[in-house]
C-alpha cells in the first residue's frame, strides 16, 4: 500500500487541512482509487470491504460540489440502515467540519415521521435515509429534489438483500437525470449490475482487492464435538485473549439469549443485540458497546448490521453462518482500516460443510484446532475499564457534549482523562467515566446543574 496525502487533490486548503486535524493524512487504498474520477463529477463503483473508508471517499466528493450559500438538498445517500446512517452522517459532520452551517438531515425508519417533515420544511443541504423512508417523504412532497447533484448508494449489496431494489428505483425517477451517481458494495452479485446499468451513467469501476485484508485478519477455527462444549470454549477463547472489544455472533436470538445467560451466571457482564428489541434499546446498546463500558455484544447478523465500533479486537462465531458471504461481514467487523484483528469460529460436528465453503469461499485453508484439552480457568474475568452514566436530558434541552464535560470536570473536579466518549441523543445522553471514579460522577451530576438544570442520573 502506497501512502499518499492528500495534497495531490483538487481540494480546498481549508478541506485538506480539516482532513489532517481529524488524523487522515494519507489516503485509503479506497479513496485513492476513486477519488481522481469522483471529484471530476464522473460516476464510479466502488467495491471495498467495510472498514476501508468508503464513507470519506463520497463524502469529501459531495461535500467539495456543495454550495452551502444555496440552501438546498444537493445530495443524497441511501443505506441500508438507521444505524449505518448514522455512522455516516456523523463521519459527514466530521468532514464537513471546516464549513459552516452545513446542514446534514437523517431520514430513517424507525423513528417518528412527523419530527422529519417539520425538519424538512427548515431545509438541508445532504439528506442520509434509508430508502422507504426517502421514498416516503418524496411521495409526499416534503421536499424538493430539484437540486440534487449527488446521488450515493451506499452499502448497495446490503439494501438489495434487505428488498429495496424497488424503493430505489422509484426514488430516482424523482430525481435529476442530470446528477453523478455513486455506489459502493461490499460485494458485486448480478443484481448490483442490473441496478447500476438502470441508474448509471459510463461509471467507472474500481476495486480493492481483498488480499491485503485476509492477512491482518488472524483466524482460527475449533472443532466442537457437543453443542454443549460451545460455552466452555468461548470461556476458553476469551481467557486466551482477552480482548477488551468482543462481539460474538449467534444464528439465532434464542442462543443469544441462552449465552447471555450462561455469562451472567459465569459473572461476566454482556450486552445482547437482536431484533426484538426496541429501537431506542439497540441504540442504547450500541452506546454503552462502543464507548468500551461492556467488553462483550452477543449479536444476531440482522442486528449487527451496520455495526462499526472501533478497535474491535475479537469477533467470534458461535455459530458458523450458514452463507460464506456473511462469514466475512462478520470477520470484517475487526481490523478496521488497517488494524488488525481476531476472527475465532466454532465448528460444530455438522458444520464440516459450511466450513469446507467458507475455507472456498475466502480462498484459504484453515486446520480445525481443538481446545478439549485446555482448562477453564474459573478466576478469569473481563472487567471493563468504563461505566456509562444516563443523563435524561440531550439535543432538545440542548444539552451539548461541552456541558456534560464542563460539568465534570469545572464543577464534580474529574480529570479529563477519566471522562471517555459523550453521546447526545434527541432526549438523553450518555457519558462513559472511569470505573473509579464513577460514583463521584453519579452524586456530582445528580446534585449539580447542567446548562443550569437539573437531570435524573442513572449507571447503566
Ligand atoms: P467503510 O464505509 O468502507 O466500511 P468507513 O468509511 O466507515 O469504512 O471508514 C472506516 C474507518 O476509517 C472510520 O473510522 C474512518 O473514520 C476511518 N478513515 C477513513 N478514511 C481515513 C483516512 N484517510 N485516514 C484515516 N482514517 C480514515
Ligand atoms: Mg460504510
Same mark, same amino acid.
Not at 446499468?197 to 483466524?219: A, C, F, G, L, Y
Not at 481446545?371 to 468504563?386: A, G, P, Q, R, V
Not at 439535543?395 to 453521546?423: E, F, P, Q, Y
Given at each position: 500500500?502506497?501512502?499518499?496525502?492528500?495534497?495531490?487533490?483538487?481540494?480546498?486548503?481549508?478541506?485538506?487541512?480539516?482532513?489532517?486535524?481529524?488524523?487522515?493524512?494519507?489516503?485509503?487504498?479506497?479513496?485513492?482509487?476513486?477519488?481522481?474520477?469522483?471529484?471530476?463529477?464522473?460516476?464510479?463503483?466502488?467495491?471495498?470491504?467495510?472498514?476501508?473508508?468508503?464513507?470519506?471517499?463520497?463524502?469529501?466528493?459531495?461535500?467539495?460540489?456543495?454550495?452551502?450559500?444555496?440552501?438546498?438538498?444537493?445530495?443524497?445517500?441511501?443505506?441500508?440502515?438507521?444505524?449505518?446512517?448514522?455512522?455516516?452522517?456523523?463521519?459527514?459532520?466530521?468532514?464537513?467540519?471546516? %464549513?459552516?452551517?452545513?446542514? +446534514?438531515?437523517?431520514?430513517?425508519?424507525?423513528?417518528?415521521?412527523?419530527?422529519?417533515?417539520?425538519?424538512?420544511?427548515?431545509?438541508?443541504?445532504?439528506?442520509?435515509?434509508?430508502?422507504?423512508?426517502?421514498?416516503?417523504?418524496?411521495?409526499?412532497?416534503?421536499?424538493?429534489?430539484?437540486? *440534487?447533484?449527488?446521488?450515493?448508494?451506499?452499502? #448497495? $449489496?446490503?439494501?438489495?438483500?434487505?428488498?429495496?431494489?424497488?424503493?430505489?428505483?422509484?426514488?430516482?425517477?424523482?430525481?435529476?437525470?442530470?446528477?453523478?451517481?455513486?455506489?459502493?458494495?461490499?460485494?458485486?452479485?448480478?443484481?448490483?449490475?442490473?441496478?447500476?446499468?438502470?441508474?448509471?451513467?459510463?461509471? *467507472?469501476?474500481?476495486?480493492?482487492?481483498?488480499?491485503?485484508?485476509?492477512?491482518?485478519?488472524?483466524?482460527?477455527?475449533?472443532?466442537?464435538?457437543?453443542?454443549?462444549?460451545?460455552? &466452555?470454549?468461548?470461556?476458553?477463547?476469551?481467557?486466551?485473549?482477552?480482548? %477488551?472489544?468482543?462481539?460474538?455472533?449467534?444464528?439465532?436470538?434464542? #442462543?443469544?439469549?441462552?449465552?447471555?445467560? $450462561?455469562?451472567?451466571?459465569?459473572?461476566?457482564?454482556?450486552?445482547?443485540?437482536?431484533? &426484538?428489541?426496541?429501537?431506542?434499546?439497540?441504540?442504547?446498546?450500541?452506546?454503552?458497546?462502543?464507548?468500551?463500558?461492556?467488553?462483550?455484544?452477543? #449479536?444476531?447478523?440482522?442486528?449487527?448490521?451496520?455495526? &462499526?465500533?472501533?478497535?474491535?479486537?475479537?469477533?467470534?462465531?458461535?455459530?458458523?453462518?450458514?452463507?460464506?458471504?456473511?462469514?466475512?461481514?462478520?470477520?470484517?467487523? %475487526?481490523?478496521?482500516?488497517?488494524?488488525?484483528?481476531?476472527?475465532?469460529?466454532?465448528?460444530?460436528?455438522?458444520?464440516?460443510?459450511?466450513?469446507?465453503?467458507?475455507?472456498? /469461499?475466502?480462498?484459504?485453508?484453515?486446520?480445525?484446532?481443538?481446545?478439549?484439552?485446555?482448562? *477453564?480457568? /474459573?478466576?478469569?474475568?473481563?472487567?471493563?475499564?468504563?461505566?456509562?452514566? /444516563?443523563?435524561?436530558?440531550?439535543?432538545?434541552?440542548?444539552?451539548?457534549?461541552?456541558?456534560?464535560?464542563?460539568?465534570?470536570?469545572?464543577? +464534580?473536579?474529574?480529570?479529563?482523562? $477519566?471522562?471517555?466518549?459523550?453521546?447526545?441523543?434527541?432526549?438523553?445522553?450518555?457519558?462513559?467515566?472511569?470505573?473509579?471514579?464513577?460514583?463521584? #460522577?453519579? $452524586?456530582?451530576?445528580?446534585?449539580?446543574?447542567?446548562?443550569?438544570? /437539573?437531570?435524573?442520573?442513572?449507571?447503566?
Amino acid at each position: 500500500m502506497t501512502n499518499k496525502n492528500f495534497y495531490n487533490l483538487p481540494l480546498s486548503k481549508e478541506m485538506i487541512q480539516n482532513l489532517n486535524s481529524i488524523g487522515y493524512e494519507f489516503m485509503t487504498p479506497i479513496q485513492e482509487k476513486s477519488l481522481p474520477y469522483t471529484l471530476e463529477n464522473k460516476d464510479l463503483i466502488a467495491k471495498a470491504k467495510t472498514g476501508s473508508g468508503k464513507t470519506a471517499a463520497f463524502g469529501i466528493t459531495l461535500l467539495d460540489k456543495l454550495n452551502v450559500k444555496k440552501f438546498r438538498i444537493q445530495s443524497m445517500i441511501l443505506c441500508p440502515t438507521r444505524e449505518l446512517a448514522d455512522q455516516v452522517a456523523k463521519e459527514l459532520r466530521l468532514i464537513a467540519k471546516f %464549513t459552516h452551517n452545513v446542514k +446534514i438531515t437523517t431520514l430513517c425508519g424507525g423513528v417518528p415521521y412527523k419530527p422529519q417533515v417539520h425538519s424538512l420544511s427548515h431545509q438541508a443541504h445532504i439528506i442520509v435515509g434509508t430508502p422507504g423512508r426517502i421514498l416516503k417523504h418524496l411521495s409526499e412532497e416534503n421536499f424538493l429534489p430539484n437540486d *440534487i447533484n449527488t446521488l450515493v448508494l451506499d452499502e #448497495a $449489496d446490503r439494501m438489495l438483500d434487505m428488498g429495496f431494489n424497488d424503493d430505489i428505483n422509484s426514488i430516482i425517477d424523482f430525481l435529476p437525470k442530470q446528477r453523478q451517481t455513486l455506489l459502493f458494495s461490499a460485494t458485486y452479485p448480478d443484481n448490483i449490475n442490473n441496478l447500476s446499468q438502470n441508474i448509471m451513467n459510463n461509471p *467507472i469501476t474500481v476495486e480493492i482487492d481483498t488480499v491485503h485484508e485476509k492477512s491482518i485478519i488472524n483466524q482460527s477455527f475449533y472443532e466442537i464435538n457437543k453443542d454443549g462444549e460451545k460455552k &466452555d470454549a468461548i470461556l476458553k477463547i476469551l481467557n486466551n485473549f482477552k480482548p %477488551t472489544s468482543t462481539v460474538i455472533f449467534c444464528n439465532t436470538k434464542i #442462543a443469544c439469549d441462552n449465552l447471555a445467560d $450462561d455469562f451472567e451466571d459465569f459473572g461476566l457482564d454482556v450486552l445482547v443485540l437482536h431484533s &426484538d428489541l426496541e429501537q431506542r434499546d439497540r441504540t442504547e446498546c450500541l452506546v454503552l458497546f462502543a464507548n468500551k463500558s461492556y467488553p462483550i455484544l452477543i #449479536a444476531t447478523d440482522v442486528a449487527a448490521r451496520g455495526l &462499526d465500533i472501533d478497535n474491535l479486537d475479537l469477533v467470534i462465531n458461535y455459530d458458523l453462518p450458514f452463507d460464506s458471504e456473511v462469514y466475512t461481514h462478520r470477520i470484517g467487523r %475487526t481490523a478496521r482500516a488497517g488494524k488488525s484483528g481476531n476472527a475465532v469460529s466454532l465448528v460444530g460436528s455438522t458444520d464440516t460443510e459450511l466450513f469446507e465453503d467458507i475455507q472456498d /469461499y475466502i480462498e484459504l485453508n484453515f486446520e480445525l484446532k481443538s481446545l478439549k484439552d485446555e482448562k *477453564i480457568n /474459573y478466576d478469569f474475568k473481563l472487567t471493563s475499564e468504563w461505566r456509562t452514566l /444516563y443523563i435524561n436530558g440531550g439535543k432538545k434541552s440542548k444539552v451539548r457534549a461541552g456541558d456534560i464535560l464542563g460539568a465534570l470536570t469545572a464543577n +464534580i473536579g474529574l480529570d479529563k482523562n $477519566d471522562i471517555g466518549k459523550i453521546d447526545i441523543m434527541e432526549r438523553c445522553s450518555y457519558v462513559a467515566v472511569r470505573t473509579n471514579v464513577v460514583k463521584k #460522577a453519579l $452524586d456530582g451530576l445528580s446534585n449539580g446543574r447542567i446548562k443550569g438544570k /437539573y437531570f435524573k442520573i442513572y449507571e447503566k
